[in-house]
C-alpha cells in the first residue's frame, strides 16, 4: 500500500484514528490524546496482532541521539493511551502487554497502517497482518451465503427479529473544576443529582448538593453549609425531593455543622434533618444514601453505639424511626457500607469487607438472612483483587453493577460467584447508578507525590521540596539506609509497582513488574534489599526484591493476608500485618523467611521499632485512630497519641527524641512533634495540600536530618454518562 493510497481514517471498536489530524475519536466525541501516545498507537495499528518490541518502539519514537529516561517516557505514554482507550493493563481490550518484550494490538481493525504514514520510521520486518484479522475471498462467498440464507429463513417464517442492543455510547456529563462525585439519576432519567467540592475549594475542605439537567451545562446549587460535606444523594420516587448525608469537614469548627440525614426539595428550598448518625469521615463519604422505589424507606451505613465498624441501617420515611438491619462480625473490615435498592424495593444490596477485600452481600429491605454473592473478590482470570467503591441494580433487577477499578457485573440471584468485567467503559469508575438505559459513574483523577522535608531541629524545619513527582500516583517513599537512593511506589505504568531513584529523586527505575498492586516498600538494614507487599494472585503476600532488581522472591503464602512490612533495626525481623485468625494485628518472621509469631493481640496494624531499640510502636487498625507501643521486652501495651486520624495510620515516624505524626489530613496537613521527655507537642509544619489516605506516608531519614511525606497534590473527579446501557 503506496502512502498516497494509505486509509486516513482507521477503526477500530468505538474509535477512530485520524493519521491526518492527528485525531482521536470515540463516538464522534474527540478524545484528548498527546503525541507519544498518537505514535505509540499508530506503531501498534502499523502491524495489528502482532508484536512491537520496546526497541522498535524507541527507534520510532526517539532519535538514537535523543536523550531520554525511556522506560518511564515509553510506559506514561502506554498508561495515557490506555486511559484514552478506557482499559487497563490488567484487562486489556485493545493493547496487550507481554512482559519486558513489548505490545501488541489485539482489536479487529477497519484497515491497516503502512510504513511512514504518520512519518514514523519503518518497521525492521515488512508488516504481516495476523491470522485473526485476514480477510480472504472465500470468506466474503460464505458470508455472501450466510446472509443469503437468513434473509431466505427470514422471509418463510415471517417471524419479527428483534433489533440488536444499541452500542453503549460514552460520553462526558461534567467537566467541572475539582470534584464531582456519587450521581445519581432522576426517576425520569433527565436530571441528576451529584456532591460537588465546587470551584477553587481545597481538597476535603466542603461539597455540596447539586442538580443539573442532561444536555445542559449549568447546575443547580441545592445546599450551601459551610463546612460542610454533603454527599450520597438519592432521589423520591415522584423526583420531588433529594436525600443526603452531612459531615462537619475537618476544617469546620466545633458544633457547626449537625451531622445526619438530610432531605432537600428538587428545585431549592428549606433542607430538614431527619436522622442523626455516627459516621467517621474517611468511609462513609463515598457511601450513598438510597432511597426505596416504593418511598416508604431510605437505606443508609451507620455505626451502632458503641462499635467502630459499620452496618446498614433503614429510616422509616413517615415515622423517622430507624433500625439496624445487617450485624456484620467484628472482624469485619469497616463493616456494611455502599448500599442500593433493587427496582422493586424488596432487596439491599451492599459491600462488605471481608479479608478478601470488599464482597457484595444481598438482604431483605425488611431484614432477615444475608447471602453473600462474591467470596474470592477477584476477577475472572482470578489474578487480582476487585476494588470495590459502589453499587446499583440493572433496571430490570436481573444484574448489580459494581464501580472501583473498573465497571463490573454479578447476577443479583447469586448464580455467579465472580463479578465479570464491563469492558470499555472506563478504568475508574466510582458509585454506579443506573436509570433505564443511562448508566453515570464518577470517573476520579489523583496525584500524590512524594516531598523531603529539611529539618534544623525537631521543631524547626525548612521548606519542603518534591523529590518524586509525576502526574500519577507516588507514595510509600522511605530514604535507604546510606541516605543515596529512595524506594517508593507508583502506578505511572498503570499498576502499582515498586520504584528505586536516587537519593535527589533522579533517574527513576522500575524494579518490580508484576502488574498488580506492590506496595509499602521498605529496606533492609543493609541496604541491598526490599520487602514490600504485592497482590500477584489477588491475596497480599510479602515479598523481597534486590536493589538491582530481578526475580522477587516470596516469604508468605499463607490463605491470610499479610500487609505492610517493615524491618527491625538489628535486620533478624520482618514485622508486618497479618488478618490471620479473623481480625489484623501485628507479628514478626525471620528476615530471610519461616514460622512468624503473634506481637500484639487487641489489634495492630503498620509496626516499626523505636531507635533506642525499647518499644514496637503501631497503628491499631486502618480505620481506628491513634498510635501505641508496646515494650520489646514483654509488657503491655500503652496508647501513646490520639493522631493520626483514621485511615491514616501510616503518618507517623519515631526519632530518638519523639513522633513526628499528622493530626489533620485536609484541607492543609500538619505535621506535629511530640517530645518524649516534655511531652509537648509542636507543628513543625503545614502542608501545602492533603496527606494521602492508606498510605505509609511518612518516614524519617537514616539520620534524623529531614522527614520524607507523601501529599494529595490534586484530585478530581468528573461525572460520565453511558447511554443505551445494558
Known sequence: MSVGSSPRIIRFGTFELNLQTGELRQQGQKLKLQ?????????????????VTREELRSKLWPVDTFVDFDHSLNAAIKRLRDALGESADAPIFIETLARRGYRFIAPVDGSLSPNTVGIAPALEPSKSHPRHRVRPWMFAMA??????????????????????????????????????EPALAPNGNRVAFAWSGPDVPIGRTASIYIKQI?????????????????????????????????????????????????????????????????????????????????KTVAFSDRPVGRSHYALFSLDVATLSARQITFPPESSNFGDLHVAFSPDARTLAFLRGTKDGMDVYVIPAAGGSERRLTFDNRDLAGQRSVWLVGLTYTSDGHDIILGGNGLWRIHATGKAKRAEPVRGLGFTAFNPYIRGNRLVYGAPTRDANVYLLPLRSETDAGE?????????????????????????????????????????????????FLSSYCGAPRWSGSGREIVFGAEPQGNADL?????????????????SNEAVPNYSRDGRWIYFASDRGGSWNVWKMPAEGGPAIQVTRTGGFFASESPDGQYLYYAKAVDAPGLWRVPLSGGSEEKVLDSPPPGFWGYWAVSAKGIYYVDEPAPRARIRFRNFRTRRDSVVKVMSNAAWIGSPGMSLSPDGSAIVFVQLDQFTSDLMLVEDFH
Not at 466 to 494: N, W, Y
Open 35 to 51: 503525541e507519544q501516545p498518537f505514535q505509540v498507537l499508530a506503531a501498534l495499528l502499523e502491524r495489528p496482532g502482532e508484536v
Open 144 to 181: 455472501s451465503l450466510v446472509i443469503a440464507a437468513a434473509a431466505i429463513l427470514l422471509f418463510v417464517s415471517r417471524e419479527v427479529v428483534p433489533a440488536p442492543n444499541a452500542q453503549p455510547r460514552l460520553v462526558p456529563l461534567t467537566t467541572y473544576p475539582g470534584r464531582e462525585y
Open 215 to 295: 444536555g445542559e451545562e449549568h447546575a443547580l446549587r441545592l445546599t450551601s453549609v459551610p463546612g460542610a460535606i454533603d454527599f450520597g444523594p438519592d432521589w423520591s420516587p415522584d423526583g420531588a425531593y433529594i436525600v443526603f448525608g452531612r459531615f462537619p469537614a475537618p476544617t469546620a469548627a466545633p458544633g457547626a455543622v449537625e451531622e445526619g440525614i438530610y432531605i432537600v426539595p428538587a428545585t431549592g428550598g428549606a433542607e430538614r434533618r431527619v436522622h442523626s448518625t455516627n459516621w467517621t469521615l474517611s468511609p462513609i463519604v463515598d457511601s450513598r444514601v438510597a432511597w426505596a422505589s416504593d418511598g
Open 464 to 512: 519542603p521540596r518534591k523529590l518524586i513527582a509525576s502526574t500519577f500516583l507516588d507514595a510509600d517513599a522511605q530514604l535507604s539506609p546510606d541516605g543515596r537512593h529512595v524506594v517508593f511506589m507508583s502506578d505511572r505504568t498503570g499498576a502499582d509497582e515498586i520504584w528505586k531513584a536516587n537519593s535527589d529523586g533522579s533517574n527513576p527505575m522500575q524494579l518490580t
Open 543 to 559: 515479598f523481597v526484591i534486590s536493589v538491582d532488581g530481578g526475580q522477587p522472591r516470596q516469604l508468605t503464602t499463607a490463605s
